[in-house]
């Protein structure tokens, strides 16, 4: 079956980095658009990422400059780089696997708080 499970999370100082993983099985990974979407308490879920099959990346205003996604078709993973945390950063981060409406996949989510 599909899995798609995050890693990489946790507790981090305001200005300081994290580097989340999403490791794939189940599915041709290099035939899906791979994306990153959060959800803050009381949210609802944001768009923060997103890498095509092609590697073209699109990122959400509030995360430019500061986050990189990237993938590695050989290791079926998607990575997110944040660095310069903020406080309003503070989510459970899911990785979300797309081909179509039929092909979608979302892993569990994975924790974020950035907290002094």
């Known amino acids: 079956q599909v899995q798609l499970v995050e890693s990489g999370g946790g507790l981090v100082q305001p200005g300081g980095s994290l580097r989340l993983s999403c490791a794939a099985s189940g599915i041709i990974f290099n035939f899906y658009d791979m994306g990153w979407y959060r959800q803050a308490p009381g949210k609802e879920r944001e768009m923060v990422a997103l890498?095509?099959?092609?590697?073209?990346?699109n990122y959400a205003d509030s995360v430019k400059g500061r986050f990189t996604i990237s993938r590695d078709n050989g290791k079926n993973t998607v990575y997110l780089q944040m660095n310069s945390l903020k406080p309003d950063d503070t989510a459970v981060y899911s990785c979300n696997a797309h081909q179509n409406k039929f092909y979608d996949y979302w892993g569990q989510g994975t924790q974020v708080t950035v907290s002094s």
């Open positions: 890498i095509t099959r092609g590697g073209l990346t």
